[in-house]
């Protein structure tokens, strides 16, 4: 006896509400957060440790060239 195949039939789904419903949920996920803010964070920062004074008053110049 000759053995009949039968021809699988592949449904093919379309993504695009599925896609529509991600993004919907995911904008209202982002939209409905609340964020905490973010404490204060403390620095301690090192005492000088040179000998040497820094100047109080330090000379800036500025040079402006103009190139035609």
């Known amino acids: 006896m000759p053995s009949v195949k039968i021809k699988k039939h592949h449904p093919e789904n379309d993504m695009t ?33 040179s000998s040497i004074a820094v100047p109080e008053k330090i000379r800036v110049y ?6 035609v």
Request: no cysteine; glycine share 2%; net charge neutral.
């Open 17 to 49: 509400p599925f896609v529509d419903v991600a993004f919907l949920i995911l904008t209202f996920f982002i939209l409905a957060t609340k964020f905490k803010p973010e404490d204060a964070v403390e620095v301690k920062t090192p005492g000088s440790v």
């Open 62 to 67: 500025a040079m402006y060239v103009k190139l």
